[in-house]
Each structure stands twice: as C-alpha cells, then as structure tokens.
C-alpha cells in the first residue's frame, strides 16, 4: 500500500512538513505495513519556499533586507544548485505576517526587500528565479523590488521618491539605464493564484488594499498612483501590461515582474508540484491524502488541494482533504478531482484549541482514515 500525503499548511498552526508528518504518523499507527510517502506542498503564499527547500534537497541562504516599512528583517531564499534555480519567496522580506495589524500601511509598504533577494540570487548565478508572490504587505506595484535592482525613479525636481505606492502619483521621470543587466539572462517564473489587473475595480488597490491597511480613500488614491505608474513603465518599455490577468498580484508585484522581467506566471501549486517531484511520486500510489487549513469552494481558485487532486487523477489515483475546516462550497471539489474531504476537529471547540492541539487531531482522523481503507480494501 503506497500512500502519497502532500498537503499545505494549517496557518498558525502547523506548517506542511509538520501536517505531513502527523498524517504519516497517523496511518501508520494503523497500518505499519503501509509505505508513506511525504511531500509537504505550497500555492505560492507563504511556506512555499520551506516546501520546495525540502523536497528539492535545496539549501537555504539567509540574510538581513529591508522589511516592508523599512525595518531590518531576517530573510531566507533558496538555491537549487543542481539546475541554478533560485527560489524567493516575497512574504519572507515583504510579507504581512511580518507587521503587526495596526502596523500595516498600503500606502508606505515597499517591495525593496524582496529586490535584495533577486539580487543575491543573481549574484550567485540563478539561470531560473522562482518568485512566489502570496501574502504581501506591500501596494507598490513592485516598484520598491525595482529601485533594488537599479531603477531610478524621481519627482519633478529629479529626486528619488520615498518609497511606497503612494509615492508613485509624484513619479516625473523614470530611468531604466541602470537596472541590472542580469535580469535579461535570468528566466523568471511567477508562482500565485491571483488573476487581478493591477488598477481598477479588480485591481490591486481595490481588493487587496483594505487588509494590508488602505482606506477607502487610500484605495483610490493607490490606484491611481498604480495607474500614473503603469503609464510611466508603458512609455519606457513601449507596451504596457497594466491590464495583463495576474499583474495586480501582491500589491501589483505580478506587474513589475511581467514588464521588467519579462516573467512568466504560473500557478503556484503547479510550481511547487513540479519542483517537489509530486507527480513521480504519485505514480503508482494507491491514495493520495492532502489537507489545508481551510477547505472551501475558494480552494477552486488554484489552493494547493486542487493541484494535488489534479496530479493525482493524472494517474487515476483517489485523492482524500483533511481539513481544519469545511467551509462554503466545499462540495463542488468532488467534480474537480476529490473523492472525501474530511475536517479533523473531533467536536465543537475554539479556534485556538484547534490549533493548538492540530497534531493530534490530523493524527486520529488520519487513522481512521487509514481504517476506513483497511475495511474498503478487505470487503471481498
């Protein structure tokens, strides 16, 4: 009996290696016999460094870069010597789990640090850049990323504009003769699950802006800055990807990578399938057993259950979802590839004893999982 257990994490609980390992442990109290194969997934938010980093046998290099407001923070990226591939993740240096909620500022909020990771990864000769982009503090259309990597941008009076979205709407003059050459050698692959355009009622500002801080009045003014941005960038590159699905990820970062780096966008769960070997790894499975936190009908929108679920019916394998939870919706995930999906809470019960005690729970439904398949696979 081969099982394959490829979930994501449960936020602020477990992360992927550690839901793994619980749901590995679990069937294995059932069933020693049985072969666990754990491949720890991401969709390109936060985790999706640490889960290719592991699966890939790749290394992690830390260093101090610029956090979102400016502040000095402990960044990693990896390195996948064997095909030079760098992996950066945005959430470690420009993420929004790195502000506390009353810190979180839309309008001041800089891609800088993230910028700093490219570079260092260019330093080191990355022929491939995997940039997963989820869960950004940032609105500033990546232009924070760019001024690290050598663009210039400046007010009327010719100098450097602070560094934020907003202060993108006093953008005069725009000079790309410094950016740094490498990037035209480096293939760039965006990892996410975001389609917004960078302005407008869909874009960035109007639907991400609000939990990274912005107010209404915020909002607008954003996106305009974003748009007064766009028109600088279109008349410098001569053509403009402002309305390009995918560009108004992470604050607008999707943008700067589409248009300066000519980057290609690519689900994230797709990415880190392929980098974690998943589909090698189902072939031949008997069962599959992914998971998150959070089991909805927004897990169509390209979370890691539906392209765990779309290996495995590549190989005709059933696919079970533990989750902490089953939201709205969740039912439509049976005609995209999941056969059960289960939640691991064993009664009513707070959200922080939940996660508190998440090891143990993925543990016991796992078993009885691992039961349930015993009784299927004896049943004559």
């Excluded at 993740?89 to 993230?114: F, H």
């Excluded at 202060?167 to 000079?175: F, K, N, Q, V």
């Excluded at 765990?308 to 019916?313: E, H, I, N, Q």
């Excluded at 533990?322 to 939640?343: P, R, S, V």
Aim: proline share 4%.
């Amino acid at each position: 009996m081969k099982i394959v257990i490829a979930p994501d994490s449960f936020k602020d609980s477990l992360d992927a290696a550690g839901v793994a390992r619980a749901i590995a442990s679990g069937v294995g109290q059932v069933w020693p016999a049985a072969q666990t194969l754990e491949c720890p997934m991401a969709d390109g938010g936060e985790g999706t460094l640490q889960a290719i980093v592991a699966a890939s046998h790749g290394e992690l290099r830390w260093q101090t870069v610029r956090g979102p407001l400016g502040q000095g923070v402990q960044a990693a990226w990896g390195w996948l010597a064997s095909s030079r591939t760098a992996v950066i993740e945005m959430a470690q240096a420009s993420g929004i789990q790195l502000l506390p909620q009353a810190q979180r500022d839309a309008c001041r909020s800089s891609t800088w640090g993230t910028g700093e990771l490219i570079a260092s990864a260019l330093a080191a000769g990355a022929q491939r850049i995997v940039l997963a982009i989820g869960g950004s503090a940032t609105n500033d259309g990546g232009s924070g990323m760019l001024r690290a990597l050598g663009l210039r941008l400046l007010d009327a009076d010719g100098q450097p504009l602070e560094e934020g979205g907003l202060a993108l709407a006093a953008l005069a003059h725009l000079d790309a003769s410094d950016l740094d050459p490498r990037l035209a050698e480096v293939q760039v692959e965006v990892a996410a699950d975001v389609d917004n355009p960078l302005c407008g009622a869909n874009g960035a500002s109007a639907v991400f802006g609000p939990q990274k801080g912005a107010s209404a009045e915020q909002v607008l003014a954003l996106d305009q800055a974003l748009g007064h941005f766009a028109d600088h960038c279109a008349r410098c590159l001569g053509e403009d990807w402002r309305d390009l699905p995918g560009c108004g990820a992470a604050g607008g970062m999707g943008f700067a990578a589409k248009a300066f780096m000519s980057a290609r966008f690519r689900p994230g769960v797709e990415v880190v399938a392929e980098l974690a070997g998943l589909d090698a790894l189902v072939q031949g499975a008997d069962l599959v057993i992914t998971g998150e936190g959070r089991f909805d009908a927004q897990t169509l929108r390209g979370k890691t259950p539906l392209g765990v679920a779309r290996v495995a019916k590549r190989h005709g394998v059933p696919v079970i979802v533990l989750a902490g939870t089953l939201g709205e919706g969740y039912q439509q995930l049976y005609a995209q590839g999941i056969d059960a999906a289960f939640a691991v809470v064993s009664g009513p019960m707070t959200l922080e004893l939940a996660c508190a005690n998440a090891s143990q729970l993925l543990q016991d439904r796992a078993a009885d999982i691992a039961r349930l398949w015993q009784c299927a696979m004896a049943k004559p």
